[in-house]
């Protein structure tokens, strides 16, 4: 009977993950511009729907009743992100989603048949943020069933996890001169300080890291027109394999290929997308704008702890930064269920609760050497 229960649980939460899918993805397919791409969206939400159906009518034979749909609020989140910001900012996200699905479902004997569907679509949602949605014809791109690089940078996550690492270091920092017995003066001083140099230390990591990348693929990208210009026969070749790994007849990747290579820009465009996974357009994006944004992220981060000390002093400043410093943590441990799916409750707690234990550590150490010098 506790497998019975445990059987129809199961079911019911695939039920609403597959109806939050099909829902997801009829969304991005109002907001997506170029048809074929819409196209393809509604053909997964159709899956998806499909998929839903399965689970329901186990949940029937198991003498379950199917509930209501209401799109979670985690849907509901990334198709407001999707609505503001762009797909593109959202599709690493639930490529992510869909490689998590194919491992769960991969656990179960009765879901097994769904893994390669829900690996598809990780894939294409792959291939269409790298490709910019315009990397393959929209018949082609349904039949993508091969392998691909995983796209390039996750804003979203980057954006998350920078404010993270401004808040936890900035905390500490702050808990540990707490801990000493300062000055408020000397707290918020000392807070400002942690916040300036994080923030250009990010900054000037993310800055270095990007432009290299950039020359890096400027050299791929020269190395790569001269390969179409010294050996054309051998590019068509390798372009034709790649087609071929994913899924087309040898006669139709060929064709393609030859179509492709016949025109020396879009060779060398295509080739650079679907062989060395650079999008020529962007080279990783910007490296000024990179360190612009790891600023101001780390320093959004940083700044919350610190605020309480331009109004309070003492222990009510401690109490304060703590407390705003927990609901930050908070915010921050709820924003990365975007990406794993996880309870709120679960990993906001945790997340809290490390930055607790860091920022315990750090004001014992900042007590005991406060009155190691003071004595």
């Known amino acids: 009977m506790q497998g019975g229960k445990a059987d129809l649980r199961r079911y019911s939460e695939n039920l609403d993950d597959e109806r939050n899918a099909a829902y997801l993805y009829d969304a991005l397919a109002g907001i997506e511009k170029n048809p074929k791409i819409a196209a393809v969206y509604r053909r997964l939400a159709e899956t998806e729907r499909g998929h839903a159906e399965i689970w329901a009518e186990r949940i029937r034979a198991a003498g379950g009743v199917i509930p209501d749909f209401r799109p979670s609020w985690r849907t509901m989140v990334v198709v407001w992100l999707a609505h503001h910001f762009g797909i593109h900012a959202v599709l690493p996200t639930l490529s992510s989603v869909e490689d998590g699905a194919s491992s769960g479902y991969g656990r179960f004997p009765d879901s097994r048949e769904m893994v390669k569907t829900e690996q598809s679509h990780a894939i ?51 808990m540990g001169v707490a801990g000493a017995q300062l000055s408020g003066g000397s707290i918020l001083l000392t807070g400002f300080a942690g916040l300036l140099a994080g923030s250009i230390s990010m ?16 050299k791929q990208i020269q190395t790569e027109k001269e390969e179409i210009d010294s050996t054309p026969e051998e590019e068509t070749e390798e372009l034709s394999l790649i087609y071929q790994a994913r899924g087309l007849e040898e006669d139709e990747a060929r064709r393609l290929a030859a179509r492709i290579m016949s025109n020396p820009a879009t060779a060398l465009d295509t080739l650079a997308r679907e062989e060395l996974g650079i999008n020529p357009e962007e080279l990783g994006g910007s490296a000024w704008e990179a360190a612009l944004t790891s600023f101001l992220l780390f320093a959004v981060g940083a700044v919350i702890p610190v605020i309480p000390y331009l109004f309070l002093d003492g222990s009510y400043a401690i109490i304060a930064s703590t407390a705003v410093s927990g609901l930050g943590l908070f915010g921050i441990g709820a924003a990365i269920t975007l990406f794993t799916g996880r309870s709120v409750w679960s990993s906001g707690l945790r997340q809290v609760l490390f930055g607790f234990a860091a920022a315990a550590v750090t004001f014992t150490i900042g007590r005991i050497l406060g009155v190691s010098i003071a004595g």
């Open 124 to 174: 294409i949602l792959r291939h269409i943020s790298q490709t910019g949605g315009g990397g393959m014809e929209g018949g082609i791109l349904a039949r993508f069933e091969g392998r691909h690089r995983a796209a390039g940078g996750n804003a979203l996550r980057a954006a998350v996890l920078g404010a993270s690492d401004g808040l936890v270091s900035n905390f500490n920092l702050v």
């Open 203 to 218: 900054a000037l990591g993310e800055w270095i890291s990007v432009q290299s990348s950039r020359e890096l693929y400027e």
